[in-house]
């Protein structure tokens, strides 16, 4: 036997139950992982709610870990027993050991710690593509950033200050502000009621071509209004909640705008994908470009706890679960 983290029926953090499950074995093309670390994500939020939709039940929630090989499946041959790995995007995290598609993991390289594995890999290759390929940030451009003392946020600042664009980090706290701004943000913004004025004045009149939104329902109006003409909307979260539906003339009124629901699947479906986006990633760390800020760790069995944590706001930069 061996322990997981698992939901019955979706609910509250007390949904989560830490229990025996049978000890993995790994299938056709899988191979077994040993966690060392677990990354929290906001995604394993919305599977506990049932805002996303289970697989089955019941279900080992979390997307993203990092740990050692320590079995292989039939016809896997890019991974060995004893290979350090990190992976995003499989569920079944909240686990001690796992098995999933070897296809699914990269090789950890050898400077990058376990923790820092398991914090970076969902996020870091999120704000990946959102500044390489969703909107390929250019030098010079001004961009805003939500949940800019968050786990995404935080490297997005990171990146994109890299680049030579000019963040305005939006946070609730001025203590965040400080943490966005330590981080890369030129400018901050607490709370939504002045955003769009405070974009505005920042911009000089011009406002952006990208705003990375996170937040969903509370800030996509106010979001869309800090576009310039053509400007795109890159929807990529919903912290407080879904989006309701809206009439796409709105786009049209104000200024044409593009708007997209991005998702990390999509963008590392194909392994080429995946093994470059990682890299990309991997490279911004290895310079020092990119410094993943692991926060707040908790034991994997109070996973209720951290989710918690998460929802109320209170945490910072990313967090990890220790089995
Ligand atoms: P964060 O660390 O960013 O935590 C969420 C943050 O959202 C909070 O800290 C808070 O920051 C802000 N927030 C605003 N309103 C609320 C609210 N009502 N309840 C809770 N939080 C709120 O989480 P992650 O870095 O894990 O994820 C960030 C976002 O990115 C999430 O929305 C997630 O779904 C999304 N995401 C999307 C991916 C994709 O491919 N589409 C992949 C990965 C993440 P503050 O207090 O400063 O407002």
């Given at each position: 036997m061996t322990k997981a983290i698992r939901i019955?029926?979706?609910?509250?953090?007390?949904?989560?139950k830490w229990e025996d499950v049978p000890a993995p074995e790994p299938g056709p093309g899988e191979v077994v992982v040993k966690h060392e670390a677990i990354g929290l994500n906001y995604i394993d939020v919305y599977f506990r709610t049932g805002l996303y939709k289970a697989p089955s039940m019941p279900l080992t929630i979390g997307m993203e870990g990092a740990g050692t090989v320590t079995a292989l499946g039939a016809g896997v041959s890019e991974f060995a027993v004893g290979d350090r790995v990190a992976y995003a995007?499989?569920?079944?995290?909240?686990?001690t050991e796992r098995a999933l598609p070897a296809e699914k993991l990269v090789k950890l390289p050898a400077e990058i710690d376990f923790k820092t594995g398991a914090a970076m890999m969902l996020q870091g290759m999120t704000a990946q593509y959102l500044v390489r390929r969703t909107h390929a940030v250019k030098p010079g451009e001004t961009i805003v950033v939500h949940a800019a003392a968050g786990g995404v946020g935080l490297i997005l600042c990171q990146w994109a200050k890299h680049i030579g664009a000019t963040v305005i980090g939006v946070v609730s706290s001025e203590a965040k502000a400080e943490l966005a701004r330590a981080n890369g943000a030129a400018h901050t913004v607490v709370g939504y009621d002045k955003l769009v004025a405070e974009v505005k004045r920042i911009t000089g009149g011009a406002m952006v071509p990208v705003v990375y939104d996170s937040i969903g329902k509370d800030t996509f109006h106010a979001s869309l209004d800090c576009?310039?003409?053509l400007g795109l909307m890159a929807?990529?979260?919903?912290?407080?909640?879904p989006v309701p539906p809206f009439d796409i003339g709105v786009l049209a009124a104000k200024g044409s705008l593009f708007l997209t629901r991005p998702s990390l699947a999509t963008y590392v479906a194909k392994r080429a994908d995946l093994v470059a986006t990682a890299n990309d990633l991997f490279e911004m760390v290895r310079l020092g470009a990119v410094k993943i800020a692991v926060n707040q760790t908790f034991a994997l069995k109070d996973a209720a706890a951290a989710h918690i944590a998460l929802e109320s706001r209170q945490t910072t930069g990313s967090t990890v679960l220790l089995p």
């Open positions: 019955h029926a979706p609910g509250g953090p007390e949904a989560m995007g499989a569920i079944g995290a909240y686990a576009l310039a003409p929807s990529y979260g919903s912290a407080s909640g």
